[in-house]
């Protein structure tokens, strides 16, 4: 494909709160380890509103956008593995040198060289995008583009949630923050066999996200707003507390609740980011409860394939978290939707 041909991106332009606009762009061209794909559905994500916002480092000027579904159209000189025509997902990871003690163990999520798309280059919000193939995965005919599109952020939680958070059969686990990682907690949590899932969201989550939660097997709500979460969490598991809590709300005040809600011995895991550059947190609380706390950021390998068989099967059901489809022309109504917690996960169709 020639790179005299142009598309429409959505830009970061420049450093600072704001500075977001559709550009015209010139279709890259593959490498010869790249494919050129044509981005069918992508997703707005919690990073992308921390960018919008000048909270999460990037290198303007940048097209947006890392979580996406998309078809292979055009073939680098070395590409022998894929074929014209495959849908397929990407993980995140470009850029990674491969030398450094990290890439070495398999972790290229956390090279410190690593620029992804959609912060450190060009991302999934405009119509094309060129990824290399050792970052690719195939996704099954019977997934729509759509339920493709949260692999990404639903690779997170399965990595987060269920690799490294370990939830077992019969744990009570605690999910704050019913957003859409929230939900897929929810959701990856009682395929893993949990015996009671607690949602902790607001008032205003109410209407809409709470009762989804419900819908997808949330046992027991929680609002924080309305009372002491942590004696109604205590008090639902008898005085216990929770074998597991999942801390997807970025909130400091949420996060540091998380330590009163997990049992002597439990686990935090972290998902949310809060966009500060520190927040109060009740240290002595957490070595008191002698209790494991994950932090974690993006995904390793692993997690991928598990995460596609999981929606493919509906054990993870992506549907229930997409809440808005619109094309990229309508950017700003799906950012809106997103910032403003009135749905769930907002779709672009570039």
């Given at each position: 494909?020639s790179t005299t041909q142009s598309m429409m ?312 978290v997409i809440t808005r489809i619109e094309p ?23």
């Amino acid at each position: 494909m020639s790179t005299t041909q142009s598309m429409m991106g959505l830009y970061k332009t420049a450093k600072g709160p704001g500075n977001m606009e559709l550009r015209q762009a010139p279709v890259p061209e593959p490498r010869p380890n790249e494919v050129l794909l044509e981005i069918k559905a992508a997703g707005i994500c919690g990073t992308d509103i921390h960018i919008k916002h000048d909270q999460f480092p990037y290198w303007p000027p940048v097209i947006m956008g890392h979580e996406f579904a998309g078809e292979i159209i055009q073939l680098g000189s070395q590409v022998t593995d894929f074929k014209i025509g495959e849908r397929v997902v990407g993980e995140p990871h470009t850029k990674a040198c491969g030398k450094c003690e990290l890439c070495r163990t398999g972790n290229i999520q956390l090279c410190a060289q690593k620029r992804s798309p959609g912060w450190g280059i060009d991302g999934a919000f405009a119509r094309y995008l060129v990824m290399p193939t050792h970052l690719l995965h195939r996704i099954p005919e019977n997934m729509s583009d759509e339920e493709a599109a949260i692999v990404e952020p639903a690779a997170n939680v399965v990595q987060d949630v269920l690799e490294r958070g370990k939830v077992e059969p019969n744990d009570t686990v605690v999910v704050i923050g019913p957003g859409a990682i929230g939900l897929l907690s929810v959701m990856a949590a009682r395929a893993a066999g949990a015996g009671k899932v607690i949602v902790v969201g607001t008032a205003k989550d109410l209407p809409f996200r709470l009762k989804v939660a419900q819908e997808i097997g949330a046992d027991e709500i929680v609002l924080a707003d309305e009372g002491d979460a942590v004696a109604v969490v205590q008090r639902m598991t008898d005085g216990r507390g929770a074998d597991y809590v999942v801390e997807a709300s970025g909130s400091p005040r949420a996060i540091a609740s998380a330590v009163g809600m997990v049992r002597r011995m439990g686990r935090i895991s972290q998902i949310g980011l809060t966009g500060k550059p520190e927040i109060s947190f009740p240290w002595d609380a957490a070595a008191w409860k002698v209790c494991t706390i994950l932090f974690n950021l993006s995904t390793g390998y692993t997690c991928w394939d598990r995460t596609i068989g999981m929606i493919a099967s509906k054990k993870i059901d992506a549907r229930k978290v997409i809440t808005r489809i619109e094309p990229l022309q309508n950017w700003e109504l799906a950012f809106d939707d997103a910032e403003h917690a009135r749905g769930l996960k907002a779709l672009l169709i570039p």
